[in-house]
């Protein structure tokens, strides 16, 4: 059974930094494009960073110089290191499991439960 859990999350006022990460089972983070995502409300699901299984990344524009990705193959997790967050970077965040990293929501394969990130201004 895959399972993504994500942690790291919480309350942080804009300029700060946190770092989400997220602990897999049952798959390979080496073997999978792996992807980070956020939702706000109202607004659509958006790919904020990924890292391929060569562990080339990326990251989206709205968030480029401020977060990075990395991926730790000896613990099977991913992470995303969050800094200068700004209120607009408040949404729910998902680590996602798939085989392109660029790519759409809908072809990332394995989800896990989100967590929520709120900067207060």
């Known amino acids: 059974q895959v399972q993504l859990v994500e942690s790291g999350g919480g309350l942080v006022q804009a300029g700060g930094s946190l770092r989400l990460s997220c602990a897999v089972s049952g798959l390979t983070v080496s073997d999978y494009a792996m992807g980070w995502f956020r939702q706000a409300p109202g607004k659509e699901q958006e790919l904020v960073a990924a890292i391929t299984r060569s562990a080339l990344t990326y990251s989206a524009d709205s968030v480029k110089g401020r977060f990075t990705i990395s991926r730790d193959d000896a613990k099977n997790t991913v992470s995303l290191q969050m800094n200068s967050l700004k209120p607009d970077d408040s949404a729910v965040y998902y680590c996602?499991?798939?085989?392109?990293?660029?790519?759409?929501?809908?072809?990332?394969?394995?989800w896990g439960q989100g967590t929520q990130v709120t900067v207060s201004a």
């Open positions: 996602a499991a798939g085989t392109v990293a660029v790519a759409a929501a809908r072809t990332y394969e394995f």
